[in-house]
C-alpha cells in the first residue's frame, strides 16, 4: 500500500471505529459482487454504522478531493458500484436495523443495509407484506433497490421500488443530512425531494434510512404454469386474467421456449411441468383475500381461456410447494452462465413491439455472429425483457458491442428502454441516449452539478 493510501486509512480511521475501515489488501479479499468471481478493488472499504458517520466520511472525502463509491448489497448487473484503486468503497452493510414497523400506518422504517428478504420475513410476522420481490432477495439491500428503483417480479400490481418509498433520509456529498423521513402516503408539499435520489445509483446522495409503504399480507395464493402457441395469444391471455382477476393479478412471467428448455434440463435442477414443444411459457400468479372464493375464481378464468382457445397447455399449483417449483425455474437464470459467456440485457418496450422486435433481433444476431445463443424472459406483464446473448469466452470482448448495438439501436423509434429495472452503471452509459432526449441529459448534470459540484459521488456512473 502506497503512502498516500496508507495515511487515507489512517485519517478514515480517525473518524470511526478502527475495525470499522479495511485497507486496499483487506478489501481484496472480497468478490466484486454475488454474479462476479473478480476481487473488490478499492484505497480503502468504509462501513459506517449511522447516518451521521456517513455524513463525517463524506465530508472528509469532499474536503480531501476523494472520490467515493456506495455500495449496497452488490447484486447489480451494471457495473454500477465498480471501484478503483483510489477511491473509497461506502458499505451499508453495518447499517441493518429495521427500526419500525407500524401495522396501523402499515410502514417500515429501516436503515439503507437493511436486506429485502429480512424485511419481507418481519413484515410476515404483523402480517403485512413488503411486495417488492427478487431473485436476489437474500442478498439485495433496500438502500441499494431504491438507489438503483428496483422492479423484480410483481411490478405488474404494486409498482417499482419508487412506488414504494413514502420517506428518505440522505447524506448529500459536502455531508448534509437531509431528512425526509415521510410516513404519510398523501404529502403533496412541494418538490418530492426523495424521487431525485430514487434511481440516482449513489451519484447525488446517499441514501440512509427509508420509511417504505407495507400492504395488508395475502391470504391466497393462486398459479398456474401455461403453454401458448402464440405470442398473439400470450398478449390477449394477459388482457383476459388482468380483467376478469379483479386487480388481484400479481405477476405475469413469459419464457420463450429456448430459456424454458434452458432451466427444464439437465444440469439445471428443474423438471419441466409441461412438455418443452411450445413457443411461450407463462407463470400467471394471483394474490388476494378470500379462501372460499379466490382459488375458483382463478380456476374459472384459466377454464375460460381455454375455452377461447388461448392456451396449449396449462398445470395448476395444488400446494405453496408447487408455486415455489414455479418460481423456482423462473428464478434459475444462473443457467445463462452455463457454456460461454453471456451478454445480458434489461430492456423494456411496449407489449405490441415485442414479438417484431424478438425476431429480428434473432435474424441480426444469426447474420452477424457464427456462434451463440439467444435467451428471452421477463417480466412481460410490465414491458420488461430480459435477453441473454451467450458467446464464446474468446470472443466477448470482440463481439460484446455488436451485440449491444443489435439489442439496443432497435429501441430508438419507439423509444423503448436500455435499462427497465437494472439501473446504467458504467455498462449502459454509452447507450443512454436512445432513451433520454438531449434537454432530459442535459437537466440530470445540472442537477448532479447541483448536489455533487466537486463530483466525488459514483463519478463516472450513469452520467460522463
Known sequence: ?????????????????????????????????????????????????????????????????????????????????????????????????????????????????????????????????????????????????????????RVIRYGMMRDMVLGLEVVLADGTVVSALNPLLKNNTGYDLKQLFIGSEGTLGVITRLVLRLREQPLTHSMAFVAIDSFAQVSQFLRHMDRNLGGTLSAFEVMWRDFYALVTSPPAA???????????????????????????????????????????????AKSEADCQAFWALRDDVGQVLNGG??????????????????????????????????????HLGDGNLHLSVQVPLADYERLRPVVEQAVYQPLAPFRGSVSAEHGIGLEKKPYLGISRSETELALMHTLKQALDPGGILNPGKVLS
Open 341 to 378: 459467456a453471456p451478454i445480458i440485457f434489461d430492456i423494456s418496450l411496449p407489449i405490441g413491439e415485442m414479438e417484431q422486435y424478438t425476431q429480428a433481433l434473432a435474424a441480426s444476431l444469426n447474420a452477424k455472429l457464427e456462434q451463440h445463443r439467444l435467451w428471452i424472459f421477463g
Open 270 to 316: 428443474g423438471k419441466p411441468p409441461i412438455p418443452q414443444d411450445y413457443l411461450f411459457y407463462v407463470l400467471v400468479e394471483s394474490q388476494g383475500a378470500d379462501p372460499e372464493l379466490d382459488p375458483a375464481r382463478f380456476e374459472r378464468c384459466l377454464a375460460s381461456a381455454w375455452e377461447a382457445g388461448l392456451l396449449a397447455d396449462a398445470v395448476l
Open 1 to 153: 500500500m502506497n503512502q498516500v493510501a496508507t495515511e487515507l486509512v489512517a485519517e478514515l480511521r480517525n473518524l470511526l471505529d478502527p475495525a470499522a475501515v479495511l485497507d486496499a489488501a483487506e478489501t481484496a479479499t472480497r468478490p466484486a459482487g454475488i454474479w462476479r468471481g473478480d476481487a473488490l478493488q478499492a484505497a480503502a472499504l468504509v462501513r459506517p454504522r449511522s447516518t451521521e458517520e456517513v455524513a463525517a466520511v463524506l465530508r472528509w472525502c469532499q474536503q480531501n478531493a476523494v472520490t467515493v463509491v456506495p455500495q449496497g448489497g452488490l447484486t447489480g448487473l451494471v457495473h454500477g458500484a465498480d471501484a478503483g484503486p483510489d477511491q473509497v468503497i461506502l458499505s451499508l452493510e453495518r447499517m441493518r436495523t429495521i427500526e419500525d414497523i407500524n401495522p396501523q400506518q402499515r410502514t417500515a422504517t429501516v436503515q439503507a443495509g437493511v436486506v429485502l428478504q429480512a424485511l419481507q420475513e418481519a413484515a410476515e410476522t404483523q402480517k403485512l407484506m413488503f411486495p417488492l420481490d427478487l431473485g436476489a432477495r437474500g442478498s439485495a439491500t433496500l438502500g441499494g433497490a431504491a438507489a438503483t428503483n428496483a422492479g423484480g417480479n
